[in-house]
Structures are given as structure tokens and as C-alpha cells.
């Protein structure tokens, strides 16, 4: 049975740091593409940082470039989110999913952790 486990989140002051990880239990996790969407109240659920099976190809969408790093260590199926000078827009409910190709498109990944609510405080 596959399961993603998304744990990290929390309560922090704006300009602080959190580090989510998502740990798999999917077969051939080295061989999975991972990304990290989010989901903030009213709002429809949106990329944040995909990174294909080997960790050759990352993506970031524009609105975290520059402060969110995505990372994979497939020894341990493990994918991780650094997540650096957070601000309050980056509240969200945040979700790791698994697929076949590092895609934007939610639909595309087959599999989804349960979430972990990330709130940033002004």
C-alpha cells in the first residue's frame, strides 16, 4: 500500500524557516517523480516545487524561487522542502505527491500525503 507522510509544518514569524519532509513508502521511490503543492483557504490547490526521480530536474513555481529548496534522498524515500524567508501569503495546507513525471498539473501525480498545515504570522 503506498503512503506519503508529510511532516514539519508549524506556526512561524514571518521571515523564519521550516523544513517539511514527506517520507514514501512507495516501490521504486528512486525511480518516482516528487513535488510539493499547497493549498491555502479558498484557493484552488497550486505547484510549489517538483523534482524529477533522479534530482536532475527541479522546478520551482516563481512565487517561492529563490527561498524554497526541494531535495530527494532516495536511500532513505525521503523528499524534503526547505522552506527560508516565509511570508503570511505562504500559509497553506501543504502536500507531497508521487508520479510518473515531475508535471505542474495535480491531476498528474497519482499518489497524495494527507497535508501539513504551514501558517506564517506577520
Known amino acids: 500500500q503506498v503512503q506519503l507522510v508529510e511532516s514539519g509544518g508549524g506556526l512561524v514569524q514571518a521571515g523564519g524557516s521550516l523544513r517539511l519532509s514527506c517520507a514514501a513508502s512507495?516501490?521504486?521511490?528512486?525511480?518516482?517523480?516528487m513535488a510539493w503543492f499547497r493549498q491555502a483557504p479558498g484557493k484552488e490547490r497550486e505547484d510549489v516545487a517538483r523534482i524529477s526521480w533522479s534530482g536532475g530536474s527541479i522546478y520551482y513555481a516563481d512565487s517561492v524561487k529563490g527561498r524554497f529548496t526541494i531535495s530527494r534522498d532516495n536511500a532513505k524515500n525521503t523528499m524534503y522542502l526547505q522552506m527560508n524567508s516565509l511570508k503570511p501569503e505562504d500559509t497553506a495546507v501543504y502536500y507531497c505527491a508521487a508520479g510518473e513525471s515531475p508535471t505542474i498539473w495535480a491531476t498528474e501525480y497519482r499518489y497524495w500525503g494527507q497535508g501539513t498545515q504551514v501558517t506564517v504570522s506577520s
Open positions: 512507495v516501490r521504486n521511490f528512486s525511480r518516482t517523480a
